[in-house]
Every structure is written in C-alpha cells, then in structure tokens.
C-alpha cells in the first residue's frame, strides 16, 4: 500500500458546504415569500367578498409578492447545481485517493499539494520508482474529447500544475526531475478510450491509472527516490511520512 500524505481538498469541502447552505437559505425565503403573498391574497379576498376598498390593493400585493421567489428561485438554482458540481468534485479525489493508495509501498501520494509561498495546489502528486506524478481529477461523466474547450482547460491546468513543481524543486533543491502531468477521469461515466498524451499531458482514466504510472520507465538509478520524497515533504510544508 502507498504512503498517504495529507487530506483531501478542503477548498472542495468548503464550497460545497457554502453554496449547500446558500440553496437551503435561499429556499427557505422563496417558501417565507410564496406563504406571505398567499396570506395577503386571503387577506384581499376577504375583502373583496366583504366590500372593502383595499382589496384589489392587497390582492395585488399579494401576487408581487408571491412573484418574487420566481427571481430567487434561479439564485438557489445556481447554488444548486454549483452544490452537486463540489460534491461530485470531492467525490471523484476520494475515488482516486483510493486507487492511488492500491500502489506498492515504494510509492507515496500526496494529496492536495500545495507548494510552501505558492497559492496553488495540485490534487495528487505521485512519487516513486517509475517518477514523478502531478495529477489533475475532473469528474466529467461521458464521452471525453481532447478537443473540447473543457478538456484542453484542464490539460492546461495539468501542465501548469507540473511546471510548478517542476520549477518549484529546481530552485530549491537543485533537483531537475521531470514532472509527469495527468489529467485523470474519475467519474465511472466517463469514457476514455484509451490513455492518450497531448501536449505533454496524458488524459487517462481512474482505472487506468496505477498500471500506467507503474509502466513508465525506472528512474531509481537516475534519482534517489526517497530523497526526492523527503524533499517533496519539505516543499509541501509535512513534517513527516
């Protein structure tokens, strides 16, 4: 089993639970609305059968009123489907995690990277005897092509990702160690044919992923693997394995 370093994204975790209780505070107005604009109506029906002058008034109100969770009811929409996006993003890193712990014990993951003095993060990166690994999850469900705009997003995301370590372990360790970039699928949905490199960044499924970071060539003769992997624990601000 790999040595697990770290948690899993809390930016994730965090989003998800603010645009869940932004849904859930927005539907509890749209509800508070829609019952104030039907006690009005009653109101103005009662008046209406009783002759009273301000009937078409209230009733009128009445129907504004009810009219206004029409408008915060697409605000709680977005917060809805932005919900469901987090989630599913958390859920997808979960599922990686979990195939990424099945690598033999020479290899350690570390998850939710982030470089020390760098405002960014990589979601996995991936260090043992066949390289060095920094992996993008997306949880896109169907078909995926590498021409897409959303595709050729998050390759760029992956390599950049890569060139940050990369860039990051040169200045400080003097080390020149070539950075693997992998844009990984995690939903069981999505339809990668078959691992595919494009600007130098190979686009690959959750299941694929352990046979393929295992079949890359042997750098332990290039490199001192556990050296690397302390010096990645430095950068990415751990104490220890």
Not at 169 to 182: E, I, P, R, S, W
Request: overall charge positive; hydrophobic content about 40%; charged content about 20%.
């Amino acid at each position: 089993m790999a040595k697990l370093i770290g948690q899993n994204s809390k930016y994730l975790e965090e989003q998800h639970a603010f645009h869940d209780n932004s849904m859930w505070g927005y539907s509890k107005w749209i509800l508070a609305f829609c019952g104030l604009g039907l006690v009005i109506i009653m109101f103005g029906l009662y008046e209406l059968f009783i002759g009273g002058k301000f009937a078409n008034y209230l009733i009128g109100l009445g129907v504004m009123t009810a009219v206004v969770p029409m408008f915060v009811d697409k605000i709680a929409l977005k917060h809805e489907h932005k919900s469901k996006m987090y989630r599913q993003g958390q859920k997808g890193e979960w599922e990686v995690k979990v195939e990424l712990s099945k690598l033999p014990d020479n290899y350690a993951v570390f998850c939710d990277a982030k470089l020390l003095g760098k405002n960014y993060n990589i979601d996995f990166l991936v260090s043992g005897p066949t390289g060095l690994f920094a992996i993008e999850v997306k949880s896109f469900s169907g078909k995926v092509s590498l021409n897409n705009s959303y595709t050729l997003q998050a390759m760029d995301q992956a390599i950049k990702g890569a060139l940050k370590v990369h860039n990051h372990l040169l200045n400080q360790t003097g080390k020149d160690v070539y950075v693997k970039a992998l844009l990984v699928y995690s939903s069981d949905d999505a339809v990668v044919s078959t691992s595919r490199s494009n600007h130098n960044v190979t686009v690959i499924h959750k299941s694929e992923l352990n046979r393929f970071i295992q079949s890359q060539r042997d750098i332990s003769k290039q490199y001192n693997v556990f050296e690397l992997e302390n010096h990645l624990v430095t950068l990415t601000g751990h104490n220890s394995f």
